[in-house]
């Protein structure tokens, strides 16, 4: 299955210190899952035609992106590992290198997955991502932070908030 390739073009335009956050309440009824985002951010279309939400911290780069993406699986069996492969060779095709730097097993909500941390760099710009598929009963999830590798810490303090808000 072919599932959620990140835009890195349009990553590499984003990318600012998240900060400290009031998080609001989000649900919509075409999503399959609630959550609370940081107070302020915009929504934003990369383009990609993915399902979920994509939203950023700032209207103009540099900003933090945050995508929570969904895939329905249509009765097909899913291998998180596998997806990791693909979505991994997508990045490598848009000229980065990709170095992982942590993988385990997690878990948000209620469904069970996987989750990885990226250094991306291509050139001067070096990126951080952090990546969690979950395989959900009908649907396979991609959850994402994207920010600078000097901004990161912060911004990933703050999405492991927005993530213990996901409810299925």
Same mark, same amino acid.
């Given at each position: 299955?072919?599932?959620?390739?990140?835009?890195?073009? @349009?990553?590499?335009?984003?990318? +600012?210190?998240?900060?400290?956050?009031?998080?609001?309440?989000?649900?919509? *009824?075409?999503?399959?899952?609630?959550?609370?985002? *940081?107070?302020?951010?915009?929504?934003?279309?990369?383009?990609?035609?993915?399902?979920?939400? +994509?939203?950023?911290?700032?209207? @103009? *780069?540099?900003?933090?992106?945050?995508?929570?993406?969904?895939? *329905?699986?249509?009765?097909?069996?899913?291998?998180?590992?596998?997806?990791?492969?693909?979505? #991994?060779?997508?990045?490598?095709?848009?000229?980065?290198?990709?170095?992982?730097?942590?993988?385990?097993?997690?878990?948000?909500?209620?469904? +069970?997955?996987? #989750?990885?941390?990226?250094?991306?760099?291509?050139?001067?710009?070096?990126?951080?991502?952090?990546?969690?598929?979950?395989?959900?009963?009908?649907?396979?999830?991609?959850?994402?932070?994207?920010?600078?590798?000097?901004?990161?810490?912060?911004?990933? @303090?703050?999405?492991?908030?927005?993530? @213990?808000?996901?409810?299925?």
């Amino acid at each position: 299955m072919k599932v959620l390739r990140s835009i890195l073009p @349009a990553a590499l335009l984003f990318s +600012s210190l998240a900060g400290a956050q009031t998080l609001v309440a989000f649900s919509d *009824p075409k999503l399959p899952f609630r959550f609370s985002h *940081p107070q302020g951010w915009l929504g934003v279309d990369l383009g990609d035609k993915t399902s979920g939400v +994509s939203m950023v911290s700032a209207k @103009a *780069p540099p900003a933090t992106m945050i995508r929570l993406l969904f895939v *329905p699986k249509n009765g097909k069996a899913i291998n998180v590992t596998q997806e990791f492969g693909g979505f #991994e060779q997508g990045l490598k095709s848009t000229g980065v290198t990709l170095k992982t730097l942590t993988s385990k097993a997690a878990s948000y909500g209620g469904v +069970s997955g996987t #989750e990885r941390e990226y250094q991306l760099t291509r050139g001067k710009d070096a990126l951080r991502m952090r990546v969690w598929f979950g395989n959900g009963a009908k649907n396979l999830y991609s959850f994402q932070l994207t920010d600078t590798a000097a901004r990161y810490a912060a911004a990933n @303090a703050l999405y492991s908030k927005v993530l @213990a808000t996901v409810r299925f």
